[in-house]
Protein backbone atom coordinates (compact mmCIF):
# COMPACT_ATOMS: atom_id res chain seq x y z
CA UNK A 1 0.00 0.00 0.00
CA UNK A 2 1.09 3.53 -0.70
CA UNK A 3 2.68 5.00 2.49
CA UNK A 4 0.77 8.63 1.45
CA UNK A 5 -2.92 7.86 1.33
CA UNK A 6 -5.73 9.50 2.76
CA UNK A 7 -9.13 8.76 3.09
CA UNK A 8 -11.62 11.61 2.13
CA UNK A 9 -15.47 11.86 2.21
CA UNK A 10 -17.34 13.87 -0.55
CA UNK A 11 -19.51 16.81 0.91
CA UNK A 12 -23.19 16.11 1.28
CA UNK A 13 -25.56 18.62 -0.07
CA UNK A 14 -26.94 19.00 3.24
CA UNK A 15 -23.66 19.99 4.90
CA UNK A 16 -25.56 23.42 6.17
CA UNK A 17 -27.50 21.35 8.09
CA UNK A 18 -24.20 20.11 9.99
CA UNK A 19 -23.18 20.60 13.98
CA UNK A 20 -22.26 23.81 15.64
CA UNK A 21 -21.54 24.10 19.08
CA UNK A 22 -19.28 27.20 19.43
CA UNK A 23 -19.55 29.48 16.28
CA UNK A 24 -22.80 31.16 15.09
CA UNK A 25 -24.42 29.49 12.32
CA UNK A 26 -24.11 31.33 8.64
CA UNK A 27 -25.23 29.72 5.15
CA UNK A 28 -22.72 27.18 3.48
CA UNK A 29 -22.60 28.12 -0.45
CA UNK A 30 -22.91 24.35 -1.53
CA UNK A 31 -21.60 24.91 -4.27
CA UNK A 32 -18.51 26.23 -3.76
CA UNK A 33 -17.99 24.21 -0.73
CA UNK A 34 -18.01 20.93 -3.88
CA UNK A 35 -15.14 23.56 -5.38
CA UNK A 36 -12.80 23.93 -2.40
CA UNK A 37 -12.96 19.77 -1.20
CA UNK A 38 -12.14 19.06 -4.81
CA UNK A 39 -9.15 22.17 -4.37
CA UNK A 40 -8.35 20.23 -1.05
CA UNK A 41 -7.66 17.09 -2.69
CA UNK A 42 -6.11 18.27 -5.69
CA UNK A 43 -3.68 20.03 -3.14
CA UNK A 44 -2.83 16.45 -1.44
CA UNK A 45 -2.38 14.64 -4.88
CA UNK A 46 -0.13 17.76 -5.95
CA UNK A 47 1.66 16.58 -2.74
CA UNK A 48 2.49 13.28 -3.55
CA UNK A 49 -0.96 11.53 -1.89
CA UNK A 50 -3.31 8.94 -3.49
CA UNK A 51 -6.57 9.36 -2.22
CA UNK A 52 -9.40 6.99 -1.25
CA UNK A 53 -13.40 8.30 -1.49
CA UNK A 54 -15.27 7.05 1.66
CA UNK A 55 -19.11 6.07 -0.19
CA UNK A 56 -20.65 9.27 0.00
CA UNK A 57 -23.86 9.57 2.61
CA UNK A 58 -25.42 12.59 1.31
CA UNK A 59 -28.08 11.91 4.96
CA UNK A 60 -25.08 12.89 6.70
CA UNK A 61 -24.59 16.16 7.09
CA UNK A 62 -20.91 16.51 8.51
CA UNK A 63 -19.76 13.23 6.99
CA UNK A 64 -17.44 15.62 4.75
CA UNK A 65 -15.41 15.56 8.50
CA UNK A 66 -13.86 12.16 8.02
CA UNK A 67 -10.92 12.37 10.37
CA UNK A 68 -13.47 12.44 13.02
CA UNK A 69 -14.39 8.73 12.65
CA UNK A 70 -11.38 7.09 13.73
CA UNK A 71 -8.19 7.32 15.37
CA UNK A 72 -5.07 5.35 13.04
CA UNK A 73 -1.22 4.08 14.13
CA UNK A 74 0.36 1.79 13.01
CA UNK A 75 -1.97 -1.26 11.10
CA UNK A 76 -5.02 -0.26 13.85
CA UNK A 77 -7.38 1.84 12.88
CA UNK A 78 -9.63 2.60 16.12
CA UNK A 79 -13.07 3.21 15.25
CA UNK A 80 -14.74 6.26 16.87
CA UNK A 81 -17.99 6.27 18.62
CA UNK A 82 -19.32 9.92 17.78
CA UNK A 83 -19.65 12.16 20.60
CA UNK A 84 -22.91 13.43 18.59
CA UNK A 85 -25.63 11.07 18.04
CA UNK A 86 -26.34 12.58 15.13
CA UNK A 87 -22.95 11.92 13.81
CA UNK A 88 -22.82 7.90 14.87
CA UNK A 89 -24.17 6.97 11.38
CA UNK A 90 -20.79 7.88 9.55
CA UNK A 91 -18.50 5.51 11.43
CA UNK A 92 -19.94 2.97 9.00
CA UNK A 93 -18.67 3.21 5.61
CA UNK A 94 -15.39 4.74 7.10
CA UNK A 95 -14.82 1.57 8.91
CA UNK A 96 -15.33 -0.41 5.28
CA UNK A 97 -13.20 1.84 3.73
CA UNK A 98 -10.08 1.66 6.30
CA UNK A 99 -10.22 -2.24 6.13
CA UNK A 100 -10.47 -2.49 2.45
CA UNK A 101 -6.95 -0.75 2.89
CA UNK A 102 -5.68 -4.10 5.17
CA UNK A 103 -5.85 -2.27 8.58
CA UNK A 104 -6.76 -3.66 11.68
CA UNK A 105 -10.10 -2.51 13.25
CA UNK A 106 -10.98 -1.99 16.73
CA UNK A 107 -13.75 0.00 17.91
CA UNK A 108 -14.76 2.60 20.97
CA UNK A 109 -17.68 1.25 22.73
CA UNK A 110 -20.29 2.59 25.05
CA UNK A 111 -20.28 4.42 27.61
CA UNK A 112 -16.97 5.51 25.13
CA UNK A 113 -17.30 8.53 23.57
CA UNK A 114 -14.23 10.05 21.15
CA UNK A 115 -14.27 11.76 17.88
CA UNK A 116 -11.15 11.19 15.92
CA UNK A 117 -10.66 15.31 15.94
CA UNK A 118 -9.92 15.10 19.44
CA UNK A 119 -6.70 13.15 19.44
CA UNK A 120 -3.32 14.89 18.26
CA UNK A 121 -0.39 12.38 17.83
CA UNK A 122 3.26 13.10 17.62
CA UNK A 123 5.89 10.67 18.64
CA UNK A 124 5.23 8.44 20.60
CA UNK A 125 2.18 10.37 22.19
CA UNK A 126 -1.32 10.77 21.81
CA UNK A 127 -3.04 13.52 23.09
CA UNK A 128 -6.65 13.22 23.37
CA UNK A 129 -9.09 16.57 24.21
CA UNK A 130 -11.97 16.00 26.86
CA UNK A 131 -14.42 17.99 26.04
CA UNK A 132 -17.93 18.34 24.52
CA UNK A 133 -16.77 15.22 22.07
CA UNK A 134 -14.72 12.44 24.02
CA UNK A 135 -15.22 11.23 27.43
CA UNK A 136 -13.27 9.71 29.76
CA UNK A 137 -13.98 6.07 29.46
CA UNK A 138 -13.27 6.86 25.55
CA UNK A 139 -9.75 8.08 26.54
CA UNK A 140 -9.66 5.00 28.57
CA UNK A 141 -10.31 2.85 25.75
CA UNK A 142 -8.07 4.33 23.69
CA UNK A 143 -5.27 3.81 25.96
CA UNK A 144 -6.04 0.33 26.17
CA UNK A 145 -6.05 -0.44 22.46
CA UNK A 146 -2.77 1.57 22.02
CA UNK A 147 -0.57 0.21 25.00
CA UNK A 148 0.93 -3.01 22.70
CA UNK A 149 2.33 0.25 20.18
CA UNK A 150 4.03 1.75 22.97
CA UNK A 151 1.90 5.02 22.92
CA UNK A 152 1.23 7.37 25.75
CA UNK A 153 -2.03 8.48 25.71
CA UNK A 154 -2.57 11.79 27.48
CA UNK A 155 -6.21 13.47 28.23
CA UNK A 156 -6.30 16.99 27.56
CA UNK A 157 -9.64 18.83 29.11
CA UNK A 158 -11.18 21.36 26.50
CA UNK A 159 -13.52 23.67 26.85
CA UNK A 160 -12.97 26.53 24.30
CA UNK A 161 -13.16 24.57 21.45
CA UNK A 162 -14.90 21.92 18.99
CA UNK A 163 -11.91 19.10 19.48
CA UNK A 164 -8.20 19.22 20.21
CA UNK A 165 -7.09 19.46 17.31
CA UNK A 166 -9.58 22.90 16.47
CA UNK A 167 -7.19 24.24 19.05
CA UNK A 168 -3.71 22.88 18.47
CA UNK A 169 -1.81 20.90 16.09
CA UNK A 170 1.78 20.07 15.55
CA UNK A 171 4.36 20.94 13.36
CA UNK A 172 6.55 18.62 11.36
CA UNK A 173 9.53 19.34 14.30
CA UNK A 174 7.24 18.23 16.88
CA UNK A 175 6.45 21.57 17.89
CA UNK A 176 2.29 22.57 19.08
CA UNK A 177 1.02 25.12 17.60
CA UNK A 178 -2.13 27.35 19.06
CA UNK A 179 -3.92 30.38 19.05
CA UNK A 180 -3.84 31.47 22.65
CA UNK A 181 -7.35 32.65 23.50
CA UNK A 182 -8.64 29.70 22.36
CA UNK A 183 -6.03 26.95 23.61
CA UNK A 184 -7.07 25.81 27.49
CA UNK A 185 -4.15 25.32 29.32
CA UNK A 186 -0.87 26.05 26.74
CA UNK A 187 1.31 24.28 29.96
CA UNK A 188 0.44 21.09 28.55
CA UNK A 189 2.94 21.83 25.81
CA UNK A 190 5.35 23.73 27.47
CA UNK A 191 8.72 24.27 26.47
CA UNK A 192 7.29 23.12 22.72
CA UNK A 193 4.35 25.20 22.21
CA UNK A 194 4.51 27.91 19.87
CA UNK A 195 1.44 30.44 19.65
CA UNK A 196 -0.27 31.60 16.08
CA UNK A 197 -1.80 34.92 15.39
CA UNK A 198 -5.18 33.45 13.61
CA UNK A 199 -7.60 30.75 14.74
CA UNK A 200 -7.01 28.83 11.51
CA UNK A 201 -3.44 28.99 11.65
CA UNK A 202 -3.52 26.61 14.45
CA UNK A 203 -4.93 23.67 11.86
CA UNK A 204 -1.83 21.98 9.94
CA UNK A 205 -1.79 18.72 8.35
CA UNK A 206 1.38 17.05 7.94
CA UNK A 207 1.97 16.46 3.97
CA UNK A 208 5.52 15.12 4.67
CA UNK A 209 9.08 16.31 5.10
CA UNK A 210 8.81 20.36 5.73
CA UNK A 211 5.50 20.48 3.80
CA UNK A 212 2.43 21.57 5.58
CA UNK A 213 -1.12 22.17 4.34
CA UNK A 214 -2.97 24.83 6.23
CA UNK A 215 -6.05 26.98 5.38
CA UNK A 216 -5.37 30.42 3.06
CA UNK A 217 -7.53 32.41 6.33
CA UNK A 218 -4.44 32.37 7.74
CA UNK A 219 -1.70 34.27 6.42
CA UNK A 220 0.25 35.56 9.43
CA UNK A 221 0.88 31.73 10.62
CA UNK A 222 1.94 31.17 7.22
CA UNK A 223 4.17 33.51 7.31
CA UNK A 224 5.41 32.45 10.38
CA UNK A 225 5.75 28.71 9.43
CA UNK A 226 7.45 29.98 5.98
CA UNK A 227 10.20 32.17 7.81
CA UNK A 228 10.53 29.02 10.18
CA UNK A 229 11.67 27.04 6.84
CA UNK A 230 8.47 25.09 6.24
CA UNK A 231 7.38 24.65 2.68
CA UNK A 232 3.51 25.87 2.93
CA UNK A 233 0.34 24.69 1.10
CA UNK A 234 -2.71 26.81 1.66
CA UNK A 235 -6.43 25.71 0.35
CA UNK A 236 -9.70 28.36 0.96
CA UNK A 237 -12.11 26.07 2.93
CA UNK A 238 -14.51 28.74 4.35
CA UNK A 239 -17.41 26.78 3.90
CA UNK A 240 -16.13 24.04 6.22
CA UNK A 241 -14.91 26.49 8.27
CA UNK A 242 -18.41 27.57 8.57
CA UNK A 243 -19.43 24.38 9.59
CA UNK A 244 -16.39 24.53 12.14
CA UNK A 245 -14.24 22.23 10.16
CA UNK A 246 -10.86 22.75 9.22
CA UNK A 247 -7.93 21.21 7.15
CA UNK A 248 -7.50 18.45 9.62
CA UNK A 249 -10.79 17.18 9.30
CA UNK A 250 -11.39 16.87 5.60
CA UNK A 251 -8.69 13.77 5.16
CA UNK A 252 -7.66 10.90 7.78
CA UNK A 253 -3.81 9.85 6.60
CA UNK A 254 -2.65 6.73 6.47
CA UNK A 255 0.83 6.69 6.76
CA UNK A 256 1.92 3.23 7.37
CA UNK A 257 1.88 0.23 5.35
CA UNK A 258 -0.63 -2.24 7.66
CA UNK A 259 0.41 -5.89 7.51
N1 LIG B 1 -12.28 17.27 13.44
C1 LIG B 1 -13.05 18.35 13.39
O1 LIG B 1 -12.75 19.40 13.90
N2 LIG B 1 -14.24 18.18 12.78
C2 LIG B 1 -15.17 19.22 12.57
C3 LIG B 1 -16.55 18.74 12.75
C4 LIG B 1 -17.56 19.81 12.48
C5 LIG B 1 -18.98 19.34 12.60
N3 LIG B 1 -19.88 20.38 12.17
C6 LIG B 1 -19.32 18.92 14.02
O2 LIG B 1 -19.78 19.77 14.79
O3 LIG B 1 -19.14 17.77 14.38
Not at 234 to 240: C, L, W
Request: aromatic content about 4%; some cysteine.
Amino acid sequence: MDSRHALVRRPSSRLGDGLVTHIERSEVDIELARCQWEAYVDALHAAGWTTTEVAPADELPDAVFVEDTMVVLGDLAVIARPGADERRGETEAAEAAVRAHGYRVAHIEAPGTLDGGDVLKHGGTVWVGLGGRTNQAGVDQLRELLAPSGAEVVGVPIEKVLHLKSAVTALPDGTVVGHLPLVDDPDVWAGHFLAVPEESGAHVVLLGGSTVLMASSAPASAALFRDRGLDVVTVDISEFEKMEGCVTCLSVRLRGVPG
